[in-house]
């Protein structure tokens, strides 16, 4: 049986509220919130965009990887992702072993809006077309944003509703 029982990670594409919604679960849990972009950025003392523009992506995903095997560690804590940690085997096994992992989902209309004209993510910035990468991008990671125990709709219904819906799944899988 899986050791899940202790921790909630969040899973999903960029601007799908896992942020949003990871402080507002924490909080209705009595539990501790950690984001991994958060850690990474304190462990280098830089900002994603920086890593990413200084120091490449390869870098930025081996700290991503540490900063997950640590907050696996943590219990009774919720965890938020970036939208990338799942195309990774070795994080994909972390998660489903140690977490209880919820996706996060949005429909990429809605996405685009949330992260139009937003500077902050390294990925999306590159491409000139950011409509066609957010489809693109979001249907190459499908497959592995379907390998989670729940997954909740963040389009309509507020972070509350989409945390009480989540804490209702956790609770009754323990
Ligand atoms: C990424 C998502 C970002 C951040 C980095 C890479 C991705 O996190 O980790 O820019 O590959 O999807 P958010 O999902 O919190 O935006």
């Not at 984001?35 to 003392?45: P, Q, S, Y």
Request: with cysteine.
């Amino acid at each position: 049986m899986k050791n899940n029982r202790e921790r909630i990670a969040l899973i999903g594409f960029m601007a799908t509220g896992k942020s949003t919604i990871g402080p507002r679960l924490a909080k209705r849990l009595g539990y501790k919130f950690v984001d991994t972009d958060e850690m990474v950025e304190a462990a280098m003392e830089m900002k994603i965009s920086e890593i990413f523009e200084e120091l490449g992506e390869v870098v930025f995903r081996e700290k991503e990887y540490l900063a997950l095997k640590e907050a696996l560690e943590m219990k009774e804590t919720v965890i938020s992702t970036g939208g990338g940690i799942i195309l990774f085997e070795r994080n994909r096994k972390l998660l489903s072993e140690n977490a209880f992992v919820v996706t996060l989902t949005s429909h990429p209309r809605i996405v685009y809006y949330r992260v139009k004209g937003n500077e902050k993510r390294p990925l999306l910035k590159k491409n000139k077309n950011l409509w066609r990468s957010i489809q693109k991008m979001m249907s190459e990671r499908e497959v592995y944003y379907n390998i989670c125990d729940l997954k909740v709709a963040t389009d309509r219904g507020s972070a509350n509703k989409c945390s009480e819906k989540i804490v209702a799944a956790y609770n009754k899988e323990s």
